[in-house]
């Protein structure tokens, strides 16, 4: 995981890649670097954000160069560990996303030839490997190298001796940006946004040689053409708009948001398989799979077919009975373990659909099917409009294989947001800002929404945040209760109303304070809880959406109430590509 940028044109390349991976910081961010060709290599690397950089670093001179933002993998977050990486006589200089598996080996073997390490990154083998391999010639040395490397990669390499940009992909997401005599790589199309709407995806194994003139792409040493896209999103997408936060922004964009998912599925666009399925499972990662878990209870009860939910870095490495099935949920579409998820669906024959948010991305290419669910670009690592347009898109799906489409719900999911933008939280953000530990409890499909509320806690807020069936909670956890720790709860009308009211009550005796979110006319509810958060809403779709959206504001207030990051928290990414 890393954003990696590329540039190559009329305009001084060091602003572009400074900017480039500012957008691009969401994929890592605990050290940055940029290389620059003009007659000679130039390089400026160090710890720390990209954002925080000054702008006399971006003097570097040169139209030509090569920028990444980097998540530790293998070595500290460092000044020495920061990509770009160099042979010894700084002649080739590499940006890497993913992982060289053999990076080991090969070290060992490029030590031998005498080449001298200077980083502990699995990275370096490659500018070494280049040295060891070129004769004069950076694409040829390229073409070469693929053959000795295992593992994920998108990589982009200058040399010395020519001005010219090579790209490489394998495994990892890499796009070129199309424009009037300038030219653009990148892991995803963010930092082109602003430049062009042209782009085009790399397929794995492709290798662009990149110049002023134009571009040429080879598979091995064969010429392939690839598909131009024109892009839609507008560049004001990936700017915070006047917002403190993208988390916020994103958060407000949400009504819009899960219209648009909703609507993204009808009768003609679902896969006719989905029909027939007796079974299904569904594949996914940290908000992804609670989205997944939502769509278990709901679809079992309103379908009356099994739904398993795995995680994607589980599903992979046990042998469990296959489903006609495989739902594979990834914003980004290139969350190695659903990958990987797909993929032992795909060896095995059986339908596989990708819900994801990135036309192109990986999983759409493992995928038989794609449905977009269309929310826009998200730069805050914390996941909103994402899963609530998963969200969108599931309980779409829900309605149309059972045939209950609702319009309640098809008219009103962005209203019954809008309305959550009403509510004061002040009282529930105070109780959760000075706890150290906080319980989200549920019932049904809310226990997978209160899951996701507690992810949302502890990612920005790095509050300890724990979700539990709320019947379960008295097995064990109740001995954690204190005065010092608030419960979290959905108690809202439905069949489990009297159950979830009776286990509040045992909460409460045990003097812990209670953040309720329930009926505004629920007298019994208000005098029990510390806190009433109400909510009417008229169908259960309505309410998991507003409960999720109550959620994400309780954080994200919690969270700048503490002053934390928000944006980006320690040691999260929001794109995960390794396993
Ligand atoms: C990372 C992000 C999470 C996200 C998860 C799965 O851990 O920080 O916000 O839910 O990956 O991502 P995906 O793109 O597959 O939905």
Request: charged share 20%; aromatic share 8%.
């Amino acid at each position: 995981m890393c954003g990696i940028v590329g540039y190559i044109g009329f305009r001084p390349a060091a602003p572009v890649l400074f900017e480039g991976l500012k957008q691009l910081e969401y994929r890592g961010y605990d050290s940055y670097g940029i290389a620059t060709h003009s007659n000679e290599i130039f390089i400026h690397k160090k710890k720390g954000k990209v954002s925080e950089f000054s702008p006399d670093e971006t003097t570097l001179p040169g139209t030509c160069g090569i920028g990444h933002t980097r998540w530790a993998t293998h070595g500290i977050p460092s000044d020495l560990n920061a990509h770009p990486h160099t042979d010894c006589n700084e002649q080739i200089a590499v940006v890497h996303n993913g992982i060289i598996e053999n990076y080991a080996h090969l070290k060992r073997e490029l030590r031998a030839k005498g080449h001298t390490f200077r980083s502990e990154t699995d990275t370096e083998v490659i500018p070494h490997l280049l040295e060891d391999l070129n004769e004069g010639d950076l694409l040829k040395a390229i073409q070469k190298m693929v053959n000795y490397l295992e593992g994920s990669y998108a990589v982009l390499a200058i040399s010395n001796d020519c001005n010219r940009l090579i790209a490489v992909k394998n495994r990892s997401p890499l796009v070129l940006g199309i424009g009037d005599g300038e030219f653009f790589a990148a892991s995803d199309i963010t930092p082109l946004l602003e430049y062009t709407n042209r782009v085009l995806y790399l397929e794995d194994g492709d290798i662009a040689e990149i110049s002023v003139d134009g571009y040429e792409i080879y598979q091995g040493s064969t010429q392939v053409s690839r598909r131009v896209h024109e892009i839609q999103w507008a560049p004001e997408t990936v700017q915070k708009g006047g917002f403190p936060h993208f988390m916020l922004k994103e958060i407000y964009e949400q009504p819009e948001v899960i219209n648009r998912a909703i609507h993204s599925l009808t009768p003609d666009s679902i896969p006719r398989f989905l029909y027939d399925a007796k079974s299904m499972t569904v594949v996914a990662c940290g908000s992804s799979y609670h989205a997944g878990l939502i769509f278990r209870y709901l679809a079992e009860s309103a379908c009356g077919i099994p739904v398993r939910v795995e995680f994607g870095s589980e599903f992979k490495y046990n042998s469990v009975p296959l489903t006609d099935v495989i739902i594979g949920i990834s914003q980004s579409g290139e969350t190695a373990d659903t990958l990987s998820a797909i993929h032992k669906g795909n060896c095995s024959n059986v339908q596989t659909v990708a819900i994801t948010n990135v036309l192109n991305s990986s999983i759409t290419r493992y995928a038989d099917n794609t449905i977009l669910m269309q929310a826009g670009p998200e730069i805050s690592v914390a996941a909103t409009k994402s899963f609530t347009a998963q969200l969108g898109v599931l309980l779409q799906m829900i309605s149309l294989l059972s045939g209950q489409v609702s319009d309640e719900f098809l008219s009103h999911a962005g209203v019954s947001i809008d309305k959550v933008f009403l509510l004061n939280l002040d009282d529930a953000v105070s109780l959760c800002a000075k706890a150290e530990h906080i319980f989200f409890v549920g019932r049904g499909p809310f226990y997978p929404v209160m899951m996701e509320g507690a992810l949302k806690m502890k990612e920005i807020s790095y509050i300890h945040a724990e979700s539990y069936a709320a019947g379960e909670i008295k097995h064990g956890p109740f001995s954690l209760l204190s005065p010092e720790t608030p419960v979290i709860a959905t108690c809202l009308p439905g069949p489990a109303y009297a159950v979830m009211l009776g286990n509040l009550k045992e909460m409460k005796a045990r003097g812990t304070p209670i953040i309720a979110i329930g009926s505004e006319e629920d007298t019994e509810l208000s005098e029990l809880a510390d806190v009433l958060i109400p909510l009417e809403e008229k169908h259960i779709f309505l309410e998991i959406v507003a409960v999720t959206v109550i959620l994400q504001l309780l954080a994200y207030h919690t969270a700048a109430l503490l002053g934390r990051e928000i944006d980006k928290p320690r040691n999260l990414a929001k794109s995960v590509t390794v396993e």
